[in-house]
């Protein structure tokens, strides 16, 4: 069967203060902004566009999983353990909130992360393999 969604274009991340969320993006992740107005901030990650949408207090695109564990909904790749740790050390020096690199008992090791406006991200330092090519 042939694939029918190609990939991940566009990614809509809740934050309160528009042009506070595109510096940290900037910052910190090295994003490039392509948009900002009074609503919405357009950042370019990781090969996609991610929304950061005015939102009201409290709210992240995190979740709560059946053991009330919060959870990120995003996992960022990077080509390998050596990058993982360079960017885990990274965004510590940045005083970005950071978890420890874990072994959760598959390929590769990971990390979260939280931006500014409490919205985790997991990393992962394994490459899909349409990307290793």
């Not at 969604?5 to 910190?28: F, H, N, S």
């Amino acid at each position: 069967m042939k694939e029918k969604l190609i990939r991940v274009g566009t990614t809509y991340l809740p934050v309160q203060d528009i042009e506070k969320a595109a510096k940290w993006y900037e910052r910190v992740l090295d994003a490039k902004l392509n948009y900002i107005d009074e609503d919405k901030a357009i950042v370019n990650l990781a090969n996609q566009s991610f929304f950061l949408v005015k939102a009201p207090k409290n709210e992240t695109a995190n979740f709560i999983d059946i053991n009330g564990k919060e959870r990120f909904s995003l996992t960022f790749e990077v080509n390998g353990i050596e990058e993982l740790v360079a960017l885990h050390n990274e965004l510590s020096v940045k005083g970005v909130t950071i978890g420890d690199i874990e072994n959760r008992g598959h390929a590769g090791r990971n990390f979260v992360f939280s931006d500014a406006d409490g919205n985790k991200f997991d990393v992962w330092s394994e490459l899909s393999p349409s990307f290793k090519e």
